[in-house]
């Protein structure tokens, strides 16, 4: 079982920066991949990021988010990271970490989540 906690969430002014943690017990290198979803008020869930966990961990983003926001993995903390930068109030959400065991299967390993708010 892969137990995820999300750290890093907060008040932040647009243009700001901030840098959102998950660490995963159990480990990760059991997982295929692991990524940063987003809910804001009103709107659907979005997978902002994910990164592989092998294979040289592999970043993909969504267009919203691209050179403002970086995922990395460090394999020995058994912790991915989401460098938000460039902060806009449309970023303003809950952010969740998640995680999947195997290619092509649903995220099916949740956080409980943490709130990003971008205001001034």
């Known amino acids: 079982q892969v137990q995820l906690v999300e750290s890093g969430g907060g008040l932040v002014q647009p243009g700001g920066t901030l840098r959102l943690s998950c660490a995963a017990s159990?480990?990760?290198?059991?997982?295929?991949?692991m990524g940063w979803f987003r809910r804001a008020p009103g709107k659907q869930r979005e997978l902002v990021a994910s990164?592989?966990?092998?294979?040289?961990?592999?970043?993909s983003y969504a267009d919203s988010v691209k050179g403002r926001f970086t995922i990395t993995r460090d394999l020995a903390k058994n912790t991915v990271y989401l460098q938000m930068n460039s902060l806009k109030p449309e970023d303003t959400a809950v952010y969740y970490c998640?995680?999947?065991?195997?290619?092509?299967?649903?995220?099916?390993?949740w956080g409980q989540g943490t709130q990003v708010t971008v205001s001034s």
């Open positions: 159990g480990g990760i290198l059991r997982l295929n991949a």
């Open positions: 998640a995680a999947r065991a195997a290619a092509l299967q649903a995220y099916n390993y």
């Open positions: 990164i592989t966990i092998a294979s040289g961990g592999v970043a």
